[in-house]
T-cell receptor
Framework: AQSVTQPDIHITVSEGASLELRCNYS??????LFWYVQSPGQGLQLLLK??????LVQGIKGFEAEFKRSQSSFNLRKPSVHWSDAAEYFC??????????FGPGTRLSVLP | GAGVSQTPSNKVTEKGKYVELRCDPI?????LYWYRQSLGQGPEFLIY????????DSGLPNDRFFAVRPEGSVSTLKIQRTERGDSAVYLC?????????????FGPGTRLTVL
């Protein structure tokens, strides 16, 4: 069955430090992959998506993600975290064009 | 332009009652999705509409859950005989086309609490 795992439930980083959030998936074909961010009281916002082609994709707010087929991973990165990045981050895959499967999320805390 | 809106933002009901949750998608978006998000978990797919018809309702947990989109715009998620386990945030999303490749835009959600 299709699934998305995010091994880290909660990550804390200092402002200005680099960030990597892990995402692993299980899927029978080349997946369409997404990263969403959810701030308190806000709806989910798309950060970036991967369909095909270049395995390094750029998103909004300075985020990027790299698709690695050999590792079934789609990790999210940011070189320098800002306090406003504190939020919940969700990795998701398109389930054969029928619906989305979301991971459980990683909560990011940012220390001043 | 306006984003996806959901009403009410909060709903408290008693076990066994009937509730309706409303979603107004972005104008012109043909696809509409409902998800349920329990505390500490990612959104869980419930149902997907393409126009007026339910293209995929495989995520509805049981027959107490039902959703409609009669005119291809606003959608209502209906829950009969609510149970405490139905307590969650119900999210609605819309996209211009179908799920494959189109960005889904999410509403702020309706927090349902069943006492």
């Amino acid at each position: 069955a299709q699934s998305v795992t995010q091994p880290d439930i909660h990550i804390t980083v200092s402002e200005g430090a680099s960030l990597e959030l892990r995402c692993n998936y299980s899927y029978g074909a080349t997946p369409y992959l997404f990263w969403y961010v959810q701030s308190p009281g806000q709806g989910l916002q798309l950060l970036l998506k991967y369909f095909s082609g270049d395995t390094l994709v750029q998103g909004i707010k300075g985020f990027e993600a790299e698709f690695k087929r050999s590792q079934s991973s789609f990790n999210l990165r940011k070189p320098s975290v800002h306090w406003s990045d504190a939020a919940e981050y969700f990795c998701a895959l398109d389930n054969y064009g029928q619906n989305f499967v979301f991971g459980p999320g990683t909560r990011l805390s940012v220390l001043p | 332009g306006a984003g996806v809106s959901q009403t009410p933002s909060n709903k408290v009901t008693e076990k066994g009652k009937y509730v309706e949750l409303r979603c107004d998608p972005i104008s012109g978006h043909t696809a509409l999705y409902w998800y349920r998000q329990s505390l500490g978990q990612g959104p869980e797919f419930l149902i997907y509409f393409q126009g007026t018809g339910a293209a995929d309702d495989s995520g509805l947990p049981n027959d107490r859950f039902f959703a409609v989109r009669p005119e291809g715009s606003v959608s209502t998620l209906k829950i009969q005989r609510t149970e405490r386990g139905d307590s969650a945030v119900y999210l609605c999303a819309s996209s211009y086309g179908g799920p494959r490749g189109d960005t889904q835009y999410f509403g702020p959600g309706t927090r349902l609490t069943v006492l």
